[in-house]
């Protein structure tokens, strides 16, 4: 049995659902709001490769290191994003979540709060997750800022670790979330969710 079992999450008018082939077209429009694959520092797919991401992510799967969802807007089933745990490792119960990005209309809204709220909740209060992790490119500034907002502690950056799409490498910042910090990160999320409320 998988760690990490196929679940939809739902709360706020977003449904994560299992990502799949059938999300291709929708993910394509999605990167398309804001041509986010031109971003240097994320991994957000070029058109052409929608499908290939879709299939390695579906391989991460099968091989029980990544669980990837599609972020769906539940009025309209319109694809926003996606996000996923990865780096899933079952025996010292510890997930990572990753590969997150959203078209460009819904940034800086209640989606990823929602989303990570989500994942989180699921994580610790689902699977028994001792521990969450993130990383994030050295030079995604935005990123790191959102995930101090969850209330992860920086682990440390580590140098030279990942090859970034335009061939340079880049270094590698690491944060994590215990159990014992996440009801106080829940109330944050909560108490952003409900300040941020759309009118």
Not at 37 to 47: A, G, H
């Amino acid at each position: 049995m998988a760690f990490v079992e196929p679940i939809t999450l739902r709360d706020r008018g977003v449904r994560l659902e299992p990502l799949d082939l059938s999300h291709e077209e929708g993910l394509r429009l999605a990167a398309a709001d804001g041509e986010l694959w031109k971003l240097r520092v994320t991994s957000v797919p070029e058109p052409q490769d929608t499908r290939a991401y879709i299939e390695t992510a579906l391989k991460g799967r099968e091989e029980g290191h990544r669980f990837a969802f599609a972020v769906v807007e539940e009025a309209t089933g319109k694809v926003l994003g996606c996000t996923s745990f990865h780096d899933i490792l079952p025996a010292v119960k510890r997930v990572e979540i990753g590969y997150t990005w959203y078209c460009q209309s819904v940034q800086r809204s209640h989606v990823n709060t929602t989303c990570k709220l989500l994942l989180l909740q699921h994580a610790f209060d689902t699977l028994g997750c001792h521990v969450v992790g993130w990383r994030t490119d050295n030079y995604n500034f935005a990123s790191q800022k959102a995930i101090e907002r969850l209330g992860a502690k920086k682990d440390g950056v580590i140098r030279g670790h990942a090859l970034r799409r335009d061939g340079t490498i880049r270094d590698t910042v690491m944060y994590s979330m215990r159990a014992g910090e996440w009801p106080e990160a829940r109330a944050q999320l909560l108490y952003l969710l409900e300040r941020n409320k759309p009118a």
